[in-house]
């Protein structure tokens, strides 16, 4: 088993996980903008790799005008933003996407794998019962040239200092997404490693995340999810898992 720095699943990279609802696009009210956090987030979250088990131990930065919101290495601007809607252009590095061919021995031989620059746009929905969000997003930087979409859904319970946060999401890599990070190639073919071309997967997430806010300014987060991989990823020879499970643990001092 492996344990070297985090290189996380498809649908939970960035470590923006520990920053919990506050994280969701544009969730504050006009009125309490400018608003921001830093922390510190330790983690497990195997990759979809055989023998890829990961723990991370990341930062956490956090910080939102009505205009601009930057979580962790998220770029939004706001283009449009009425009470209850947020619109915005998204730039991100996908930091924790790709491999290095010594990360697990089923990768050994393989060509390294990048992480991706994305650019597209993300929307979310503030409802009385949930925030439902939406981005759209395509490989800038020419790594993979795929295209990357997610829905989410996730509602708050307030209880005193404590806040519990259901969530869900679909997350839909295109081919060229999986194929680039999931597929082998004909040079990388060996007796125990055939050749495969990627498929689109469809990846669905479930989780609960927790908060503690000690005081207005320290918060506490746990977070207890698992993420089941579409067959495009799961039916690559470069994978033995089927549901990727995640435990994660955060601080977060406000300002």
């Not at 390294?112 to 949930?130: E, I, L, T």
Request: glycine letters at 12%; aromatic letters at 12%; one cysteine or more.
């Amino acid at each position: 088993m492996l344990h070297k720095p985090l290189r996380c699943a498809p649908l939970a990279r960035g470590a923006v996980v520990f920053l919990g609802a506050a994280l969701s696009l544009g969730v504050h009210a006009q009125n309490t903008l400018p608003v921001g956090g830093i922390g510190l987030g330790v983690g497990y979250a195997p990759q979809a790799y055989t023998d890829g088990d990961k723990y991370s131990v990341l930062p956490i930065l956090y910080y939102e005008t009505q205009r601009w919101r930057i979580a962790g290495t998220s770029l939004d601007w706001k283009v449009y933003n009425p009470e209850r809607w947020t619109f915005a252009l998204r730039a991100r590095y996908a930091l924790g996407d790709g491999y290095d061919s010594g990360d697990a021995p089923v990768l050994d031989g393989m060509d390294d794998r990048k992480p991706g620059f994305w650019m597209g746009g993300a929307a979310a929905w503030r409802g009385d019962a949930a925030t439902l969000s939406f981005e759209l997003l395509g490989d800038v930087s020419g790594k993979s040239k795929g295209l990357q979409g997610k829905l989410g859904v996730e509602r708050d319970f307030p209880m005193g200092r404590y806040t519990l946060t259901p969530y869900a999401a679909m997350a839909v890599q295109d081919k060229d997404y999986v194929n680039y990070y999931y597929g082998v190639k004909a040079a990388e073919e060996t007796s125990g490693r055939r050749r495969y071309d990627g498929s689109t997967a469809v990846n669905v997430q479930l989780g609960l995340r927790a908060s503690y806010a000690l005081t207005p300014r320290h918060v506490f987060t746990a977070d207890v999810g698992a993420t089941a991989l579409g067959s495009g990823i799961k039916d690559s020879p470069l994978v033995d898992r089927s549901v990727l499970p995640s435990v994660k643990l955060g601080y977060l001092y406000r300002f």
